[in-house]
């Protein structure tokens, strides 16, 4: 995979670049302050410049804009932090493997950054979004047979899918906005789409 193509990978959270004395929130980020002495500050810092204690508080950045989580043949599964998946290999109800690829659009509910950031950590992505991702599109892949899932109820498909992921992220502070399913297609029990992320 190419730099290039890492480069393209969003995530929800910025690397802690906000040193001294200010904090520069950019539109279409808020900012999440740890204090030595409180912990995380339920206080969500919006765009703007800010005033924070140096050495004393910490500030993380976190992305609030509509993200794309792509599950293509294209991301790199070393990237674990990197919101994406490789192809999700499901099985349906008439018994065929099937290599999934789509888009899920996803975004932070800004009043819940805070306890996202003390609750979850940084590493959310990895430890609920994608495990969450696999496993409720293998769930609903076993309700279809092979022929309705790749073409006919597709849009149903994709309505099933928005609305069991809303019902598990949205208590977590994320917001589904669309789930869009690109490619559906039979893969063979010796191929493996799902390449490095089986749980």
Known sequence: MSDSLDKMMYSFVVEDVLKGLFIYVPPGYVACVYDLGRGVLKKVLTPGLHLKI?????????????LEYSISKRFNPEHAQALGDTPITAQTVDGKRISI??????????NQVPTIWQNVGEDF???????TIR?????????????????????????ETKNELERI?????IFVENVLLSDIKHVSNG???????KE
């Open 135 to 159: 496993s409720r599109m293998r769930m609903i892949a076993s309700r279809y047979n092979n022929q309705d899932i790749s073409s006919t109820h597709r849009d149903k498909v994709e309505v």
């Open 101 to 110: 690829e789509g888009t899920v659009l996803l975004r932070l509910d800004i």
């Open 125 to 131: 992505v990895s430890k609920i979004v994608r495990p």
């Open 191 to 197: 191929d493996d789409e799902d390449n490095g992320t």
């Open 169 to 173: 992220f949205y208590p977590r502070g």
């Open 54 to 66: 140096p050495f004393w508080q910490k500030a993380k950045l976190f992305n609030t804009q509509t």
